[in-house]
């Protein structure tokens, strides 16, 4: 039994992620982590017609980057874990199908990324497979047109909205290589709080994001001084401020290392993202790019919390609440850790 | 390592399913295996106010009627895997969300009840639980509503469209105890043969359940002599016909034991299903009710096919074609087999 708690499991050998790819919008690209992508286009279309098919050639120029970087064929890879937002998960169907490495999609909204490197790590560690590409993308101009206006209506956002990331972030897992090593996964429960602004998920995953770092941290008698960096998904401003308050009502100082991808992958103020980057793709390529490689260099420790709203346009028209999901996923750096 | 092929799996403790739960709308009652379902809603509304509301109802009523029939908590249970057709797997998220287990979301179309008991039965023998619950469901009005058109305007149906099941089936599988077990699973990979009309499913996924038939078959050495069933997910008659075919060109004459569950569920000629049924419940709930009463009682040995269509009303509108998905699942009776 690898379960050491009632939603986190230590992996007996950790699974190594030894290559990653990241493949980001034009925005992505001129914010504070595009120094650190593999791939940005200046157009984010992708030479294709439609958002929602540049959303499917990222994902699939993101799979291909990472197979080239690693020198592997997609025959060598044994099971391929992902999603994104787009209805009936369709960027990451068209973006992958072309590789036809054994496929599970997964839906956890935002989390999405999380809920990939948590199975894909579990199926490793479980002993099915020596190889496992865990992916989540999203782009903003298909997610607007998806869930909220056309862009072309120019609509005004509340400062409480977040901005949709473009791009997609791949991850190769191995049981065998050099790289970070994911250790424990945290798997998140559903949790409500009620929300209903849609124009405000950081409110309705912060709750979520909350109920799993604490979980973490009781199940594994870790606080915020064990880790180097404590990311969540895509809450930015309001969501992290929400969240703090909720970690300090369970009895958990924040440490000054409580970050937020959504946060990080853009500079808000001069780059107009009101409350910061969101997406299934925002924890994916934060990860892929400036973690990653922060981790492959050397000592850290961090619990990346990707979060997800479980929502879509006929839950919000029928006034449904806004379920939140997170899961935390710990990557140990290739040198041994300390503070 | 527990992969005896590129796709194919074989457990090492093979989880058992010791308990199911089906809920079925009117017409799935009024069907043939109407009489072996646990809960049947005549008005397909489960005193719900909306057609999306009553189908997440039916995952909630699916899943608390498993833990009642298995005298188990929420608690109890170690992660939760499902989805549906509806739009971010909504009906899943806010029929399950009070249970707090830790979720795991999936989307494989109407293949998702095969992706469920896959990674269930790969989290469990991989030693990450003890207990998981794998459920899918799908709902004839809402499904029409979302991917067609509206119940109202009375569209005219072609011969080879399926009709959507009503319903949810939710299985609970264990590392002890008695039941039928998941000795195998085979893995699908997304197959795409260009259909491009959204009215006949059958033949957009008939490609995606030859090509992981011939893939367990390769992989373990079986052919249909070795089952009892091999029972594809929602084919219906036109996609049947196709999978025969594929089959032949594959070296493999198909077995009189092959069927698939849409054409199972409805008396199609006397129900006016046209093709068959399909959706997600369709596997589910043909397995929750009837085979998994077949295989707890004796003999016997399923492979269960569950088969999806990956697209969505956007990829359509946009001249995409269809790809298909299908995962194999091997199920043994809890007497030894025998043909």
Not at 87 to 112: D, H, K, M, W, Y
Not at 204 to 223: C, K, N, Q, Y
Request: with cysteine.
């Amino acid at each position: 039994m690898k379960k050491i708690g009632a939603q986190t499991c230590a992996f007996s050998h950790p699974p190594v992620i030894t290559f990653t790819a990241s493949v980001a919008g034009k925005k992505e690209g001129a914010g504070p982590l595009g120094r650190w992508m593999d791939w940005i286009d200046p157009t984010d279309k992708m030479n294709q017609e439609s958002w929602e098919k540049a959303e499917s050639a990222m994902a699939q120029k993101a799979v291909g980057l990472l197979l080239e970087k690693a020198k592997k064929r997609a025959e060598d890879v044994d099971y391929l874990l992902g999603g994104d937002l787009l209805n009936q998960c369709s960027a990451t169907v068209f973006g992958v199908r072309e590789f036809a490495i054994p496929f599970f999609g997964l839906f956890g909204a935002c989390s999405t990324f999380g809920e990939a490197l948590s199975l894909g790590a579990m199926l490793l560690d479980g002993g099915f497979g020596k190889r496992v590409i865990c992916c989540a993308g999203s782009h903003f101009c298909a997610a607007e047109k998806q869930f909220r206006f056309p862009l072309g209506m120019g609509t005004q956002r509340p400062p409480s909205a977040t901005w949709t990331v473009t791009g997609n972030g791949a991850a190769l897992l191995e049981t065998e290589g050099e790289g970070p090593r994911i250790t424990h996964v945290t798997t998140g429960k559903i949790v409500d709080y009620g929300i209903t602004d849609a124009a405000n998920m950081g409110a309705a995953m912060a709750p979520a994001a909350a109920d799993v770092i604490l979980a973490h941290f009781r199940e594994t008698g870790r606080t915020f001084a064990d880790y180097t960096w404590v990311a969540t998904g895509d809450l930015g401003i309001v969501g992290k401020q929400l969240l703090c308050q909720l970690l300090e009502e369970g009895g958990i100082t924040p440490g000054e290392h409580l970050t937020d991808c959504g946060l990080e992958l853009f500079d808000h103020a001069a780059q107009d993202t009101h409350a910061g980057g969101s997406g299934c793709a925002c924890a994916a390529i934060t990860y892929c790019s400036y973690f990653h490689r922060k981790l492959a260099k050397g000592r850290g420790r961090l619990l990346l919390v990707p979060t997800g709203a479980l929502m879509n346009t006929t839950t919000s028209q029928q006034g449904l609440t806004i379920p939140g999901i997170a899961h935390a996923i710990c990557i140990e750096g290739v040198k041994p850790w300390s503070m």
